[in-house]
């Protein structure tokens, strides 16, 4: 499994506690995690990393699709 062990650094790398970590997305070789209901400033650049990885799409005009704060994105190999 490529991304085990990953779960204890997440929090420290996302400046959080463990509780609030989300797995936002995952796929064939990546893993998605942010802070659950951050409300830091929009980063549109994690909406378009994480768009380009799963395909989705982001509209910056939409509360409820606007990715805010830290995002760390893994990825296998």
Same mark, same amino acid.
């Given at each position: 499994?490529?991304?085990?062990?990953? /779960?204890?650094?997440?929090?420290?790398?996302?400046?959080?506690?463990?509780?609030?970590?989300?797995?936002? /997305?995952?796929?064939?070789?990546?893993?998605?995690?942010?802070?659950?209901?951050?409300?830091?400033?929009?980063?549109?650049?994690?909406? $378009?990393?994480?768009? $380009?990885? $799963?395909?989705?799409?982001?509209? /910056?005009?939409?509360?409820?699709?606007?990715?805010?704060?830290?995002?760390?994105?893994?990825? /296998?190999?």
């Amino acid at each position: 499994m490529p991304f085990s062990g990953l /779960a204890d650094l997440v929090p420290g790398l996302l400046h959080c506690a463990p509780e609030l970590v989300d797995v936002l /997305a995952s796929g064939q070789g990546y893993i998605v995690y942010s802070i659950f209901d951050c409300e830091g400033e929009m980063n549109p650049e994690a909406m $378009t990393v994480v768009g $380009t990885l $799963t395909g989705e799409s982001f509209n /910056a005009e939409n509360e409820d699709e606007v990715l805010r704060g830290p995002v760390l994105v893994v990825m /296998a190999g």
